[in-house]
């Protein structure tokens, strides 16, 4: 027996509820690797899951959580073996297949990535799928030709999970980073991190009164979306890109293909969830490289699965700063 966050869901209400439970083993679904679960998240899919409406979830009972990192405990892959350390995020996890609020899960072994070395669980989950998006949005500007000489890079949403780790990793890489966040009290919090200038989410929060204004941004890392995404295409630098990764702020973009056509930016939409096994190490591999460690904890709210409930509340009203890092067995 083990336990598990379950939400279940009443049929005749359709309405939904989360509680800790302790259930065997034998519960759990089909999958080639079965891992002893050490550290989850909180992400803002999870929140949705655990909201009166369920979110993404199918089908029911259901175990949310959308990433996880722990020990494997059986498999039947030759490429895990008892006692290796794993890490999983994507192929969604915690929306149509058990996921991470377990202290067991089971899944097929070409979702899992070995964990780098130098990066324990609690590393790795203290980052978690926010932090490997945020990576995976680095590595695609700087596959588009970003530098620390190109200028500023900014960040939307600074003060969330993406957004934390995007502007303590790219100060650690060099650049100059410029944070948006709609928290004053949070600016602290941010140039303890490595920003260089704070700017107030009001300054981007108007629509677009003209395709191009000044070019004050070399790249940008958007966990925002919607309007203000649109009005930050006008400020890229000539050859400048936006690596999209959120859309809190609506899937629709207001934006003028002027910039596109008069400053060759790029827009590079980042997919964190069937990403191919190679894309995967390398993005893992990067943040135990380059990610400041130092910098982590002062990101981290731990939590408990007995806490989760309430803080899915809180994310979905965007009152969760930096990281919640789940301990399952606490």
């Excluded at 509680?19 to 899919?45: C, F, H, M, W």
């Excluded at 070409?110 to 932090?131: F, N, S």
């Excluded at 890489?173 to 260089?196: K, M, N, Q, S, W």
């Amino acid at each position: 027996m083990f336990n598990a966050l379950i939400v279940e869901k009443d049929e005749a209400t359709g309405e939904t509820r989360a509680g800790v439970q302790q259930i065997d083993e034998g519960r759990l679904p089909q999958g080639d690797v079965t891992v002893a679960v050490e550290y989850s998240t909180l992400n803002y899919k999870d929140g949705l899951t655990l909201g009166p409406g369920g979110g993404l979830v199918k089908s029911y009972p259901h175990v949310p959580g959308i990433d996880f990192a722990g020990t494997v405990e059986a498999s039947d892959d030759d490429r895990y073996a008892p006692g290796d350390k794993v890490v999983l995020t994507g192929w969604r996890v915690g929306e149509i297949h058990w996921g991470g609020y377990a202290q067991k899960a089971r899944v097929r072994a070409d979702w899992l990535v070995p964990l780098p070395e130098g990066l324990t669980t609690r590393q790795a989950m203290a980052v978690g799928t926010a932090g490997f998006t945020a990576m995976l949005a680095i590595m695609a500007l700087e596959a588009h030709g970003l530098t620390p000489e190109r200028g500023p890079v900014l960040v939307t949403g600074a003060s969330g999970g993406v957004g934390s780790v995007a502007v303590a990793t790219l100060a650690q890489l060099g650049y100059e980073v410029a944070a948006v966040t709609g928290r004053p009290e949070g600016a602290d919090y941010l140039r303890d991190l490595g920003a260089a200038r704070i700017v107030p989410r009001e300054e981007l929060a108007e629509t677009v009164k003209r395709p191009l204004e000044k070019e004050s941004w070399a790249g940008c890392v958007d966990a925002v979306g919607g309007a203000m995404l649109a009005r930050v295409l006008g400020q890229l630098s000539y050859g400048g890109s936006a690596a999209a990764v959120g859309l809190a702020g609506g899937a629709d973009l207001p934006a003028s293909v002027v910039p596109f056509l008069l400053r060759g930016i790029n827009l590079l939409g980042i997919d964190s969830v069937m990403r191919p096994y190679a894309d995967r190490v390398e993005a893992w591999s990067r943040v135990a490289r380059d990610l400041p460690m130092d910098k982590l904890e002062a990101m981290v709210r731990p939590a408990t699965l007995s806490d989760l409930p309430g803080l899915g509340a809180d994310i979905l009203k965007g009152q969760v700063r930096g990281r919640v890092l789940v301990d399952v067995n606490a």
